[in-house]
């Protein structure tokens, strides 16, 4: 696998980051648009006539109208067949819904996620329905997992499992509520002070307890050095809320940049705890305006179930003779606040927070029932300035007793509006890359076409990965000097482990200086793209994105793979390619994703059988190989009877063969080791095409 080793030889590029684009444009604007009547329930059969679209007031023409109603689809087994070899973003994506479910694991208790997880396989047993796009994404920075069902519901069920709440509940006498800490540290409010240090004293953690006659107001707490303990706690309590919170909003930030854009109604689950309204954190209008320009909707899942018994748990001891008569009042006020941040969010955006229940899954059903049927409406603003200023969208039916959610407006292009999110540190990819990563819908500004290589053994455990791509030149903006076109991709990619939740990622700078015979090659052969990893066992989600460096195009693809288990016999992806590499005297195979070729072609399949096992007086491996091709009908157009496969000049078990096809249509490569040791088998199939065109 020397050619591996040739292609990801060097250091990564630094990258200059560029503030991310919203699709939400002036020139063409799309609105997802809920009407329900009395009881809430979604009302289907409506017409463009019925609706009446105004920009700042003024009635816009509606160019395109798109009914969506999902009510009549029903779940459907996960299909049998496995993924695509190769993945592309030139496939039409249909009208659907997505919901990204955003797991707030930094504000979550581990009871609280559990709940959460139960309420969440309910969702997608029971509300989903097929072509629905979910997205699983943690906030404390784990692995982003993306399935369309309900093909996908098992992987996703699988990553939810490896999310974990990483709140620990504060059993402590000297706990202190977030709010509370918010309240004295930022506000000097005297009453939180006073409820808090009553509290403590109840405990017996500062000065004597208060002293306080039954039915009379509140007399003053007599606590020397207290008040100077409890303001330190809340310092420190506040601070830690404070960060916790403001990567919890940059997380939903980043959130309502991945469901931006694509073509459906998109709706944004925040599955937390809740946390705090802190006017500190700029945060929560970034929220706010990037879920406008994103046109989504966020729903506040509030994991801690009913509050009056969590109350009635609390560990207060509540003495008659000596509680004042609005303690308990107080302690309740404080309980219900310590969501209010995430409560706001949901009713701010549009949507609704589903809290004060144990039936999670119920208020899941609600979210699921509102977007159930749905009616998407675009049409050109009158107003085409490209001035950043935020244009308001009013959606009227022209029906009598029936609600209309939609929503509230974007931002125009230009302008210097801040970004949900903030630039990247040194080291992470820009806003720009991790939307089109993040993005379950593919970002279609420059075609792809993406194939996922699981190759030979690399360190111990682990296995050589090759992300082969390539890219469409025609979509490119490059200088042409009279001489040669010149210009520069910056490719981002990023894997994600399915059971433990690790993100793995790679950015290449590819520099074009593309003469004429160049420019011919890769207008039919695309341009080359090779992300490498090693990666040990395991289910995999790789997401690969590029950037047009001169205009800021974008595309993007996401394919889900399979490393096995490696002590058993395997053969490796074939690389079946047309394209080669000189190293040396010889000539090394290219992945490429390519695979339709010419008639007359000459191909050469490159593979290596691993896991094999060893014996016999020298100690090698003893394996035979034996390779079909086949038409798509199951005729065998040419085969190689069972041969030997030697080892290489490294020890390794590595094959090569070539064929040419001369008669167009689609065929497949079957090739088929058996270890003559141990019996065992292991095969793969390659697919292509020989097209004329």
Same mark, same amino acid.
């Given at each position: 696998?020397?050619?591996?080793?040739?292609?990801?030889?060097?250091?990564?590029?630094?990258?200059?980051?560029?503030?991310?684009?919203?699709?939400?444009?002036?020139?063409?604007?799309?609105?997802?648009?809920?009407?329900?009547?009395?009881?809430?329930?979604?009302?289907?059969?409506?017409?463009?006539?019925?609706?009446?679209?105004?920009?700042?007031?003024?009635?816009?023409?509606?160019?395109?109208?798109?009914?969506?109603?999902?009510?009549?689809?029903?779940?459907?087994?996960?299909?049998?067949?496995?993924?695509?070899?190769?993945?592309?973003?030139?496939?039409?994506?249909?009208?659907?819904?997505?919901?990204?479910?955003?797991?707030?694991?930094?504000?979550?208790?581990?009871?609280?996620?559990?709940?959460?997880?139960?309420?969440?396989?309910?969702?997608?047993?029971?509300?989903?329905?097929?072509?629905?796009?979910?997205?699983?994404?943690?906030?404390?920075?784990?692995?982003?997992?993306?399935?369309?069902?309900?093909?996908?519901?098992?992987?996703?069920?699988?990553?939810?499992?490896?999310?974990?709440?990483?709140?620990?509940?504060?059993?402590?006498?000297?706990?202190?509520?977030?709010?509370?800490?918010?309240?004295?540290?930022?506000?000097?409010?005297?009453?939180?002070?006073?409820?808090?240090?009553?509290?403590?004293?109840?405990?017996?953690?500062?000065?004597?307890?208060?002293?306080?006659?039954?039915?009379?107001?509140?007399?003053?707490?007599?606590?020397?050095?207290?008040?100077?303990?409890?303001?330190?706690?809340?310092?420190?309590?506040?601070?830690?809320?404070?960060?916790?919170?403001?990567?919890?909003?940059?997380?939903?930030?980043?959130?309502?940049?991945?469901?931006?854009?694509?073509?459906?109604?998109?709706?944004?689950?925040?599955?937390?705890?809740?946390?705090?309204?802190?006017?500190?954190?700029?945060?929560?209008?970034?929220?706010?305006?990037?879920?406008?320009?994103?046109?989504?909707?966020?729903?506040?899942?509030?994991?801690?179930?009913?509050?009056?018994?969590?109350?009635?748990?609390?560990?207060?001891?509540?003495?008659?003779?000596?509680?004042?008569?609005?303690?308990?009042?107080?302690?309740?006020?404080?309980?219900?606040?310590?969501?209010?941040?995430?409560?706001?969010?949901?009713?701010?955006?549009?949507?609704?927070?589903?809290?004060?229940?144990?039936?999670?899954?119920?208020?899941?059903?609600?979210?699921?029932?509102?977007?159930?049927?749905?009616?998407?409406?675009?049409?050109?603003?009158?107003?085409?300035?490209?001035?950043?200023?935020?244009?308001?969208?009013?959606?009227?039916?022209?029906?009598?007793?029936?609600?209309?959610?939609?929503?509230?407006?974007?931002?125009?292009?230009?302008?210097?509006?801040?970004?949900?999110?903030?630039?990247?540190?040194?080291? %992470? &990819?820009? *806003? $720009? =890359? +991790?939307?089109?990563? #993040?993005?379950?819908? @593919?970002?279609? /500004?420059?075609?792809?076409?993406?194939?996922?290589?699981?190759?030979?053994?690399?360190?111990?455990?682990?296995?050589?990965?090759?992300?082969?791509? %390539? &890219?469409? *030149? $025609? =979509? +490119?903006?490059?200088? #042409?000097?009279?001489? @040669?076109?010149? /210009?520069?991709?910056?490719?981002?990619?990023?894997?994600?482990?399915?059971?433990?939740?690790?993100?793995?990622?790679?950015?290449?700078?590819?520099?074009?200086?593309?003469?004429?015979?160049?420019?011919?090659?890769?207008?039919?052969?695309?341009?080359?793209?090779?992300?490498?990893?090693?990666?040990?066992?395991?289910?995999?989600?790789?997401?690969?994105?590029?950037?047009?460096?001169?205009?800021?195009?974008?595309?993007?693809?996401?394919?889900?793979?399979?490393?096995?288990?490696?002590?058993?016999?395997?053969?490796?992806?074939?690389?079946?390619?047309?394209?080669?590499?000189?190293?040396?005297?010889?000539?090394?195979?290219?992945?490429?994703?390519?695979?339709?070729?010419?008639?007359?072609?000459?191909?050469?399949?490159?593979?290596?059988?691993?896991?094999?096992?060893?014996?016999?007086?020298?100690?090698?491996?003893?394996?035979?190989?034996?390779?079909?091709?086949?038409?798509?009908?199951?005729?065998?157009?040419?085969?190689?009877?069972?041969?030997?496969?030697?080892?290489?000049?490294?020890?390794?078990?590595?094959?090569?063969?070539?064929?040419?096809?001369?008669?167009?249509?689609?065929?497949?490569?079957?090739?088929?080791?058996?270890?003559?040791?141990?019996?065992?088998?292991?095969?793969?199939?390659?697919?292509?095409?020989?097209?004329?065109?």
């Amino acid at each position: 696998m020397g050619l591996v080793l040739l292609l990801l030889a060097g250091g990564s590029p630094v990258v200059v980051a560029q503030a991310p684009r919203f699709p939400s444009e002036a020139k063409r604007v799309t609105v997802d648009v809920v009407v329900t009547d009395g009881k809430g329930q979604p009302i289907a059969g409506l017409t463009r006539e019925d609706f009446v679209v105004k920009e700042n007031g003024v009635v816009q023409s509606v160019l395109e109208f798109e009914a969506v109603d999902v009510s009549q689809a029903v779940a459907a087994e996960p299909a049998a067949e496995p993924p695509p070899a190769v993945v592309t973003n030139l496939v039409r994506e249909e009208a659907g819904r997505s919901f990204l479910v955003v797991v707030d694991d930094l504000n979550l208790q581990p009871a609280s996620a559990e709940a959460v997880k139960k309420a969440l396989v309910k969702f997608l047993d029971v509300h989903v329905r097929e072509g629905d796009v979910v997205t699983l994404a943690p906030t404390a920075g784990g692995a982003w997992w993306s399935s369309r069902m309900i093909h996908g519901r098992d992987d996703l069920v699988a990553a939810l499992q490896a999310v974990r709440g990483r709140r620990l509940p504060d059993t402590r006498a000297e706990r202190m509520s977030d709010h509370e800490a918010m309240l004295i540290e930022t506000k000097r409010d005297p009453e939180a002070l006073s409820h808090v240090s009553e509290r403590f004293a109840l405990h017996g953690l500062i000065g004597p307890g208060p002293s306080l006659e039954e039915d009379t107001d509140r007399a003053p707490l007599d606590l020397g050095q207290g008040h100077i303990l409890v303001r330190g706690g809340a310092s420190a309590v506040y601070a830690r809320a404070k960060e916790r919170n403001r990567q919890t909003l940059r997380s939903l930030g980043r959130a309502m940049f991945a469901v931006a854009g694509g073509r459906g109604r998109r709706a944004v689950i925040l599955a937390s705890d809740g946390f705090i309204q802190d006017d500190e954190l700029s945060e929560f209008q970034l929220v706010r305006d990037a879920a406008r320009r994103a046109n989504a909707v966020l729903y506040f899942l509030d994991a801690r179930g009913l509050r009056d018994a969590a109350f009635d748990a609390l560990d207060v001891p509540l003495v008659h003779d000596n509680v004042s008569t609005n303690f308990a009042s107080l302690e309740r006020e404080y309980e219900s606040l310590s969501s209010a941040g995430a409560v706001n969010l949901a009713e701010d955006t549009g949507g609704f927070a589903i809290r004060n229940t144990n039936d999670l899954g119920a208020g899941l059903g609600r979210v699921s029932g509102e977007s159930r049927t749905f009616y998407l409406l675009g049409y050109e603003p009158a107003d085409q300035k490209a001035d950043g200023r935020f244009r308001r969208i009013q959606v009227e039916v022209r029906r009598p007793g029936v609600r209309v959610r939609a929503r509230k407006g974007y931002y125009a292009e230009g302008g210097e509006r801040s970004a949900a999110v903030k630039p990247a540190p040194p080291g %992470e &990819a820009p *806003p $720009a =890359a +991790l939307a089109a990563l #993040d993005a379950a819908n @593919a970002a279609r /500004g420059i075609p792809l076409r993406m194939m996922a290589y699981v190759l030979g053994a690399a360190t111990a455990g682990h296995a050589t990965v090759v992300l082969a791509a %390539e &890219a469409d *030149p $025609a =979509a +490119l903006d490059l200088e #042409d000097d009279g001489a @040669a076109q010149k /210009g520069a991709l910056e490719t981002f990619s990023s894997l994600a482990a399915r059971d433990t939740g690790a993100v793995t990622r790679r950015e290449r700078l590819v520099e074009l200086d593309l003469e004429p015979e160049t420019r011919a090659r890769v207008a039919r052969t695309w341009i080359p793209v090779i992300h490498g990893y090693e990666l040990p066992p395991g289910r995999y989600q790789a997401s690969l994105a590029v950037r047009d460096k001169r205009s800021g195009r974008v595309g993007s693809v996401r394919q889900d793979f399979e490393v096995p288990l490696l002590p058993g016999l395997r053969v490796t992806t074939p690389i079946l390619t047309d394209a080669f590499q000189r190293a040396g005297e010889g000539a090394v195979p290219v992945p490429i994703a390519r695979r339709a070729f010419a008639p007359g072609t000459r191909l050469v399949c490159a593979f290596a059988v691993e896991g094999a096992r060893r014996g016999g007086d020298a100690g090698d491996p003893r394996v035979s190989i034996t390779y079909e091709v086949r038409r798509r009908d199951g005729s065998v157009v040419t085969r190689a009877w069972p041969t030997p496969l030697p080892l290489d000049d490294h020890g390794a078990l590595a094959g090569q063969f070539s064929l040419t096809l001369n008669r167009p249509g689609g065929y497949e490569m079957h090739i088929r080791a058996r270890d003559e040791l141990s019996g065992e088998q292991a095969s793969a199939i390659q697919a292509f095409v020989v097209d004329p065109s």
